[in-house]
């Protein structure tokens, strides 16, 4: 019989690799926590619906990249390519914006888009994210940008360059979309079959179209055809950036690939990543998406972030920490007889704090001593037939290759201390 290997586009995350899961996510709780975001879980798979209304059923995400598949009752069930859409239903959904305005949320979690695989481009990765529910400002739009830019600070992540763009609002689009028709066209018989497709029916994906990117230079510009009121939110989007110290750079070629976005919109770009990968990250303001899935009328703001592609820049920056060891120290008897009284010291430890793998195999003592060093382990406490008979125990730092014999009550400073070393 055949291997079975991992379905294409996923990768398990092995125990040497826990270390810098960690710390992203870690960071990543911990900024957006001190700008008071609470964390929120949304299901994994949600209906079909809900990405179709929310993200936009002409979006490539919805129309050729979601994980769909039909419950046992019929209904059209998908795995989540987003969280946008899923964190709005359930904030406004349970309500939380009558107790609190804005709900400031933020989450962290597997999603699942069906792009051809390539490096930073998965079927199943993980994104942490805000959103930012009830409220309508500019300062908020540079809250959640703040809090990206933070937490890659916090991760001494060098490199990334935020770029920001106005959508506008309804009015504008339309105008915009128009003058994208006009503009567009004349090309027509040129275009790719995806851009013929874009003319009809949702053209501001051709701006991101790769094909036909020379076409892109000349498009009319989103900016030129905004009206005032936009303008002047954007601009206030700008200055809160600036007042917060958040270096950034306008970009009118920004347009995003779910429907939701009006006004704000912004990328995390990193110059290491390449082509059409290189966005750490992204979001903007979503006003329209309740009504589109029929909840009560509410503002929004956020972004997510690309977990994968953070640690692949953190590890070409050598910033990412190496594996943790397994443990702290090993317990090992010297022969069988010994085994009982090595389990109650492992526990002991455990109980004080200490991460302790109890070696009470038949193997040779060097045998078990080398296998100490390969967990990673500072300390290795042995007991054998002498130690049990005095009620001692020998502690060695495997660093420093020194050993002591403490009296068993002493058993758990002497480890402590040794361990404390490594600190
Ligand atoms: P998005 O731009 O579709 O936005 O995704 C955000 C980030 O998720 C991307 O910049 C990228 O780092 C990562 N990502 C997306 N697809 C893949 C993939 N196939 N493999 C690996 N990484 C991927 C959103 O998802 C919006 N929900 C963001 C948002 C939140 N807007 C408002 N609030």
């Known amino acids: 019989m055949a291997e079975i290997a991992a379905p294409r586009g996923t990768h398990d995350i092995l125990p040497a690799e826990s270390a810098s899961w960690r710390w992203l996510l870690q960071a990543h709780d911990r900024i957006a926590e001190s700008f008071g975001y609470r964390p929120i879980e949304t299901p994994i798979f949600e209906s079909t619906e809900l990405f179709a209304r929310g993200v936009g059923a002409e979006t490539d995400i919805v129309e050729k990249q979601m994980f769909t598949f039909t419950d ?22 349970a309500h939380l914006d009558q107790e609190r305005r804005p709900v400031r949320v933020h989450y962290r979690g597997p999603m699942f888009r069906a792009e051809r695989p390539q490096a930073g481009r998965q079927h199943q990765f993980t994104q942490v994210g805000v959103e930012c529910i009830g409220e309508r400002s500019p300062d908020l739009d540079a809250e959640v940008i703040e809090i990206a830019w933070r937490f890659f600070d916090a991760l001494q992540l060098t490199g990334v360059r935020l770029q920001v763009n106005t959508l506008g609002d309804a009015e504008d689009r339309r105008r915009y979309r128009d003058a994208l ?24 994906r051709l701006l991101d179209c790769k094909k036909d990117s020379d076409l892109v230079a000349g498009a009319p510009v989103m900016w030129d055809l905004l009206d005032a009121g936009s303008k002047a939110f954007f601009n206030d989007v700008l200055s809160s950036l600036e007042k917060a110290g958040v ?57 997510a972030l690309g977990a994968e592609r953070i640690l692949m820049v953190a590890q070409r920056l050598g910033i990412a920490p190496g594996p943790d060891p397994d443990c702290d120290a090993v317990v090992c008897s010297v022969e069988t007889p010994q085994a009982q009284v090595a389990a109650t010291f492992a526990r002991e ?4 704090g200490v991460r302790v793998v109890l070696d009470v195999s038949e193997r040779r003592l060097d045998r078990k001593l080398r296998a100490a060093d390969r967990l990673g382990a500072r300390a290795a406490v042995i007991v054998g037939e002498e130690e049990v008979r005095d009620g001692t125990v020998v502690v060695r730092d495997l660093f420093e290759h020194a050993q002591q014999r403490v009296g068993s009550p002493e058993l758990t400073d002497a480890v402590s201390r040794v361990i404390r070393m490594r600190a």
């Open 349 to 352: 430890l455990r109980t004080a």
């Open 181 to 204: 028709v006009a503009y567009y066209s004349p090309f027509r018989a040129r275009l790719c079959d995806d851009c013929k497709r874009r003319l009809d029916i949702n053209p501001l």
């Open 72 to 93: 046992r009752g019929g209904r059209a069930l998908s795995l989540r390519p987003e969280s946008t859409a899923g964190v709005v239903r359930a904030v406004l959904g």
């Open 247 to 303: 270096p950034a750079t306008v970009n009118h070629r920004i347009v995003r690939g779910l429907d939701y976005y009006a006004d704000t919109v912004f990328e995390f770009w990193h110059d290491s990543l390449h082509g059409a990968q290189n966005s750490l990250g992204g979001g903007g303001r979503y006003d329209g998406l309740a009504e589109l899935l029929d909840l009560p009328p509410a503002p929004g703001t956020g972004y």
